[in-house]
Structures are given as C-alpha cells and as structure tokens.
C-alpha cells in the first residue's frame, strides 16, 4: 500500500533553516509529483511547492519563493523540503502529499516550531 | 495565481441536514477543483476529485458540481462523523491554492 512517511518534530530558533523529508514506498516514486502543504495552529491548509519525482522540476508558490527548496532522491524514495530564514510564522505542521492533481496520499504530518 | 474563495467559514447543521458549500475561483479553471475533509489532529482526506468525481471508498452522500469559476460541494443528510473542516483545492497551470476552509458542527 502506498505510505508516505515523514521525519520527526523540529524545534528551530528564528533565522535558521529547517529540513524535513518524506519517504515513499508502495509505488513507483518516480512516476508521481510530492507537494508539500502546511498548516500553522488553527489555521487553514497552505500550499508550499511541488516537485516531479521523476526529472526534479520545481514549482513554488510564490508566497514561498526564495525561501524553500524541494529535492529528491530517486535511490532513496525520499522527498525533501527545506526552508530558510524561519520566523515564529512559520510554526506549522508541515505535510508532504502525493499528487496528480489531486492529493489522494498523505504523510502523517511533521511539526516545525520555531521559538527563541 | 488563481484565488479560491470558500463560504461559509463556519456552519451548523443537524443530523439528516443538506449541507452546501461553495468555491469560487478569481478565473476560470475548468474542473480542475478538489474537495477535502479534515478532521482535528488528521491530514486531509480526498473527496470529491475534479469537481464531480467521488473518489473510492467516500461515501455516496458526499457529492461535487460546478465548471468554470463556480464550485459547490453537497453532503445530503449530515451524519455525526462529517463533523469536520472542509476545504476545496485548485489546480491551474502547475500552481495549487486551498479555499479557507469550512468548519462544519453539528447544531
């Protein structure tokens, strides 16, 4: 079945940078889009990024650009998303989704707090 | 970027109650539109897909309509487990934008 599982909690302090990534199984990983979703407590879901697993194409919202970078490694069925220069706004669960257009699987969701 | 605009923010319903909630696109996306149910502390479960389309396993009483900038999503007779917040999802060349999001309680 398909799972996408992602990396534990982070505590970060204001101006640092954080790396979260989400690894796949049950399915070719190559062959489908990882986006990546937060939501910060309380607060509606919003829309990071996404990247083509299979030749690394990036697209970001532009609320985002600048400031986070998603990768991949193919021989580790991983995803990756990182972002920089954090402030307290971005305190959030942050989600990696699997998608072709629609977000049908899910990671468990990893919270990123951002404190000093 | 397309901006969704979702009403209402919150709603109260009874049980056995038609519920409606509607997106609105700022252009036009085809049915390139998505519904999701969230419930506290759980990821997003998928719906409707492509504005009309139920996805497996989802209840027949949850449904989807609309084309162009217009989007409602209908649940026909509430059950206590749909307590939850709902949120439409665009998709319009390669960029994504969730709706607000509708809290749904049960009256």
């Known amino acids: 079945q398909v799972q996408l599982v992602q990396s534990g909690a982070e505590v970060k302090k204001p101006g640092a940078s954080v790396k979260v990534s989400c690894q796949a199984s049950?399915?070719?990983?190559?062959?489908?889009?990882i986006h990546w979703v937060r939501q910060a407590p309380g607060q509606g879901l919003e829309w990071m990024g996404w990247?083509?697993?299979?030749?690394?194409?990036?697209k970001y919202s532009q609320k985002f650009q600048g400031r986070v970078t998603i990768t991949r490694d193919t021989s580790a069925s991983t995803a990756y998303m990182d972002l920089s220069s954090l402030t307290s706004e971005d305190t959030a669960i942050y989600y990696c989704?699997?998608?072709?257009?629609?977000?049908?699987?899910w990671g468990q969701g990893t919270l990123v707090t951002v404190s000093s | 970027d397309v901006q969704m605009t979702q009403s209402p923010s919150s709603l109260s319903a009874s049980v056995g109650d038609r519920v409606t909630i509607t997106c609105q696109a700022s252009?036009?996306?085809?049915?390139?539109l998505n519904w999701y149910q969230q419930k506290p502390g759980k990821a997003p479960r998928l719906l409707i897909y492509?504005?009309?389309n139920l996805e497996t396993g989802v209840p027949s009483r949850f449904s989807g309509s609309g084309s162009g900038t217009d989007f409602t999503f209908i649940i026909s007779g509430l059950q206590p487990e749909d307590i939850a917040t709902y949120y439409c999802?665009?998709?319009?060349?390669?960029?994504?934008?969730f709706g607000q999001g509708t809290k749904l309680e049960i009256k």
């Open positions: 989704a699997r998608a072709t257009g629609n977000f049908n699987y």
């Open positions: 049950g399915y070719t990983f190559t062959n489908f889009a």
């Open positions: 999802q665009q998709y319009d060349n390669l960029l994504y934008t």
């Open positions: 492509d504005a009309s």
């Open positions: 990247i083509n697993a299979g030749n690394g194409y990036t």
């Open positions: 252009e036009d996306i085809n049915t390139s």
